[in-house]
């Protein structure tokens, strides 16, 4: 299958300004790219590229004063099938989990995991530890939060997700990650691309979206708490700790969103696939 994707960024600044973008398609994809989605800037300004603690691809410019745009666009080849499923894998022992993955498994900005401990282990003990432990999770954070994009507050916690009961993609990421960490099971926090190719009519607008990778049976699996499914079409730009690691823009400055524009087609058909 391929896949036309790409976003447009736009935002009207007061002054020059510092800014790093995270737009770009994760390194662990980028052979299945056909035309590398390359970022570019309107009006056009100098860019340096570098990869942060965590492997992702960053870039950081200077962006002028007025209208300021970001722009990516590119081709990708996708499997077409949904995310892998594995019912059977298991949780591993602390003891046994390979140091790279400890830092998941620690509260983080967005991720109070000293306040939600007790409920999770009251909660989800009585699962079996792996794979069905964090299904468990997942259903419990989809059906306990409401889905609504009018309420995005991008200083809301795990915790406080849980006591108001609603949030966006990212709020329903961080709950998920947070319960799953008190249950010792290593819970990163995922941004990118994801399709409405093979969901039911109508569709919402193209958007990026949060999800969680967690840590079983030696390897990491993607969980939705959002959508809770597994879907078609999932393309990592950037993964962290929380939202807090992973910003599709990080201004060093005040600045005013003035366009978003997010595109994730399937193109296979003009192509004769």
Request: charged content about 20%.
């Amino acid at each position: 299958m391929r896949m036309h994707i790409g976003c447009r960024i736009s935002h009207t600044l007061t002054q020059p300004t510092p800014l790093i973008a995270l737009l770009n398609v994760h390194y662990s994809r980028f052979g299945d790219l056909e035309r590398a989605d390359h970022l570019g800037t309107e009006p056009s300004v100098p860019i340096e590229s570098f990869r942060d603690g965590f492997g992702n691809w960053c870039t950081r410019m200077m962006a002028p004063a007025g209208e300021f745009t970001l722009t990516t666009d590119g081709i990708f080849r996708d499997n077409g099938l949904p995310d892998p499923y594995r019912p059977d894998a298991q949780q591993n022992a602390v003891e046994d989990l390979p140091s790279d993955t400890l830092v998941f498994l620690l509260g983080s900005r967005y991720c109070d995991t000293d306040l939600l401990s007790e409920l999770a282990w009251d909660t989800f003990e009585e699962f079996a530890p792996g794979w069905e432990r964090v299904q468990a999770i997942s259903d419990y954070v989809h059906n306990t939060i409401i889905f609504d994009y009018m309420k995005a507050d991008a200083t809301r916690t795990a915790s406080q997700t849980l006591a108001g009961g609603y949030g966006v993609c990212r709020d329903f990421t961080h709950l998920g990650i947070a319960l799953c960490r008190c249950m010792n099971i290593p819970a990163r926090y995922c941004t990118g691309y994801l399709s409405e190719i093979g969901e039911p009519l109508p569709h919402a607008p193209d958007d990026f979206a949060a999800w969680m990778e967690v840590y079983l049976n030696g390897q990491w699996w993607v969980f939705d708490p959002r959508n809770n499914k597994r879907r078609i079409g999932r393309i990592l730009v950037a993964r962290g700790r929380d939202a807090a690691d992973v910003p599709l823009t990080h201004m060093f400055g005040p600045g005013k969103l003035s366009g978003f524009e997010v595109w994730t087609r399937d193109i296979s058909l003009s192509f004769g696939v």
